[in-house]
């Protein structure tokens, strides 16, 4: 996964495909006047997440009425370098559960992904233009912009809070802005104006998002939880967003790990568009 | 989800009276103004949404109950010949996939449908037990087993589909499979090509891809009965002609393809030597009792194509074209399926092209051109020498995902006609949906579609989907 874009900018999945797992090896305290908040999201960026993972989520989506639906994938990621492929494969609900999604995310940011898509009810591989960034994926509150990450030249830092605790856990309060000359690009990209995100001081890891959008005066609210550290590597195994507008709650979705693994071998062929309709695991 | 508005109880005693007293008469509004960092709590759900079990193996599968209303009259010749249903059909599809070991695997897949008010009861030859048996109808879909044999060959065995090339509306190197044309322009996405039998066999070598395809007795297009209202030989069976479907000489059907992708694109070649999906007239015999026998067969054709496509931003262009050699020459108008009684074989140039758009909020747009040129064109009671079709689709998203809107404009060949279809779907839980659909058809006098011009329809249509 490249580290030119910003994990858990918007939020923490990052590998193209909802890789949900924005992880850091364990990192020393630090002392926040050691660091700039452009040095702490750097950091926060740089965060390792294993050369290669495997992925099962549950994905909740949650609307004003708190009807419930729910969705079941498993995403493969590996990365070459600084370029990383990932195929993600629906479970369930049953009118989607074989769909595939392949991605090949290249280092240069000049290089558009490659994106093909495997519909089961034609039986057929199709590759895909990139969307809007900043429509829904699949329906939850998470954008394709949340989940491909962003440039993080095109933004300004500056602290809204040194020191605020969460959790039991001290943060840093950073506030991001497009940068005037990115301001167009980004808000484009985006749908959103700016953000403040919470950073944990112990390990670098985003924990809040708070979001305001451009239209529709809507905020949202990106919450990170049930933290634990996975063969060394830290893991959000729950991720929160909440879509309000005008102060109520519009619509929510709720990504949850329900198993990862770091560092395995997979093997090439399963990041090819044959792959993809097959029903080899 | 209820939350409890977390800055209420920070408020000294004094503010919590008032608080309270607020909260008394304008509860909802409290709860919203006050409540903002608490968006940050974790929401309550409903039940475990986890996976269970990874089990070797997996069922799903859907009921779909459909209601379909025609509101203009067919005419003479067809069962429906006045506004009516014509459709109030259950069905069921259920797959089972096994996997027992990690590169072997099986699927197998049936649809059984059951018409409450299948069109056939009116002015047709049909027994009470054979209208029974096309109001029942039950279908073996998939049924293959698959196995990645070595680190590059991998092979599938069975009843399958494997679907090629790019283009939506033109089969250009997209042949292998038959279609459902039981409703034209009506059906769901999983019946647009049906399974054939069929060894498929894939060999990776670097970034390119080999593939072969051996199908076997892989016969026609599924199309409807006599007296449905798409009863494509409607007018062969009024003109008074006994039909007699032949076989194909060879049932083997040889398919090849090679492809590979680059950066921002894909390349596919493709060859094939196989047998015409639609039946055309081989010729005319008169009988002893002076009644007049057209013989139908499948045409062999062959077939060399290329596809490509090209991703730049938010468009995604493709192209795809092909020689099919010896393919049957439609005649010009309807009256000439009878009068042409052996249709001639020219090698037939096909291309399409089109563009699709996603740069809209969950919109895509596309468009296709297609067009076919007769090569070595003689005859002008024959369809022209060049035409050309157009498709064009929009697709659009919103409330989370839980509404789908489609249209689709499909202008035909012949240039005498043309199909419009508008879907609207609304996901009311995981398991169930609704849905409504219309389909419109519009055709003069010399289009293959005149037949089925006042077949419009409205449907209903409610799916309850399971999965185990």
């Not at chain 1, 980004?186 to 953000?195: D, I, M, N, V």
């Not at chain 2, 007049?292 to 062999?300: A, G, S, V, Y």
């Amino acid at each position: 996964m490249t580290d030119a874009k910003m994990k858990f900018l918007y939020s923490i999945c990052q590998t193209g495909f909802i890789a949900l797992t924005a992880v850091a090896i364990m990192q020393t305290p630090a002392v926040a006047a050691e660091y700039s908040a452009a040095e702490i999201m750097s950091r926060n960026d740089s965060l390792a997440d294993g050369d290669t993972a495997v992925y099962e989520y549950t994905m909740v989506l949650i609307d004003r009425r708190d009807r419930q639906r729910s969705r079941n994938l498993r995403v493969y990621r590996k990365d070459y370098g600084a370029d990383s492929k990932s195929l993600s494969q629906f479970d369930s609900p049953a009118d989607i559960r074989g769909t595939a999604y392949l991605n090949f995310d290249w280092d240069d940011v000049e290089r558009d992904d490659d994106s093909w898509l495997y519909l089961p009810s034609l039986q057929r591989v199709k590759r895909i233009a990139s969307s809007d960034t900043s429509d829904s994926f699949l329906g939850s509150d998470f954008t394709y912009a949340d989940i491909n990450g962003l440039e993080p030249d095109w933004y300004d830092y500056s602290f809204v809070n040194e020191s605020e605790i969460v959790d039991g856990v001290d943060c840093w309060v950073i506030e991001v802005i497009p940068k005037p000359e990115f301001r167009q690009r980004a808000e484009q990209a985006t749908g959103y104006a700016k953000s403040h995100v919470w950073i944990r001081k112990d390990n670098f890891l985003q924990i809040r998002g708070q979001i305001w959008e451009l239209r529709g005066n809507r905020i949202k609210y990106f919450t990170a939880s049930d933290i634990e550290q996975i063969d060394g590597i830290w893991t959000i195994k729950r991720l929160q967003v909440v879509t309000t507008r005008n102060d109520r709650q519009e619509h929510a979705s709720v990504l949850q790990v329900n198993n990862v693994i770091y560092n395995s071998e997979l093997d090439d062929r399963m990041f090819t568009t044959e792959y993809m309709q097959r029903g080899l695991d | 989800m209820t939350r409890f508005p977390a800055q209420i109880v920070n408020q000294s005693p004094h503010h919590r009276i008032l608080l309270l007293a607020c909260f008394v008469g304008i509860v909802s509004f409290a709860f919203e103004a006050v409540a903002q960092n608490d968006f940050f709590s974790n929401l309550d759900l409903q039940r475990d949404n986890t996976l269970t079990s990874n089990r070797d193996w997996q069922l799903l599968g859907w009921v779909t109950e459909k209601v379909a209303y025609g509101y203009e009259s067919p005419g003479q010749g067809f069962s429906r010949q006045d506004a009516g249903f014509n459709k109030v059909e259950t069905s069921l599809f259920a797959q089972l996939d096994w996997q027992p070991a990690d590169n072997l695997g099986f699927r197998v897949s049936a649809k059984s449908y059951h018409d409450l008010v299948y069109r056939l009861d009116h002015d047709t030859p049909w027994s009470q037990a054979e209208r029974r048996k096309l109001r029942n109808r039950h279908e073996v879909r998939d049924l293959y087993i698959e196995s990645q044999l070595t680190e590059g060959l991998y092979l599938r065995f069975g009843n399958q589909i494997v679907a090629w090339g790019m283009a939506e509306y033109l089969r250009v190197t997209d042949v292998i499979n038959v279609e459902d044309q039981l409703t034209l322009g009506q059906q769901d996405l999983e019946d647009f090509r049906l399974q054939v039998p069929a060894l498929l066999l894939g060999f990776r070598s670097g970034q390119w891809l080999f593939e072969s395809v051996l199908t076997h007795r892989a016969g026609t297009d599924d199309l409807a009965p006599s007296g449905h209202e798409f009863d494509q030989l409607i007018e062969l069976r009024s003109s008074g002609l006994h039909i007699n479907r032949h076989p194909p000489g060879d049932h083997l059907e040889y398919f090849f393809r090679a492809s590979t992708h680059y950066s921002r694109g894909d390349v596919q070649l493709v060859a094939g030597e196989f047998n015409h999906n639609q039946l055309t007239p081989a010729g005319i015999q008169t009988l002893a009792d002076k009644s007049t026998l057209l013989h139908l067969n499948q045409q062999r054709m062959q077939m060399l194509g290329a596809a490509a496509n090209f991703v730049a931003g938010s468009w995604l262009l493709f192209g795809e074209t092909g020689i099919h050699f010896d393919r049957p020459v439609v005649p010009d108008n309807r009256n000439a399926i009878v009068n042409s009684a052996n249709w001639q074989e020219r090698n037939q140039w096909l291309t399409a092209t089109g563009a699709e758009f996603n740069g809209f909020s969950n919109t895509t747009l596309a468009l296709e051109l297609d067009s076919l040129r007769i090569l070595d064109h003689r005859d002008t009671r024959t369809a022209s020498r060049q035409q050309a079709s157009l498709g064009t689709r929009i697709n659009w998203s919103g409330w989370n995902d839980r509404l789908k809107i489609l249209g689709v404009w499909n202008y035909l060949f012949d240039g005498r006609g043309y199909v419009t279809r508008f879907s609207l779907d609304y996901t009311v839980s995981d398991q169930l949906s609704i849905g409504a659909m219309w389909v419109d058809y519009s055709a003069d006098d010399n289009s293959i579609l005149y037949n089925f011009r006042n077949n419009d329809v409205i449907q209903l249509q409610l799916r309850y989907s399971f999965q185990h």
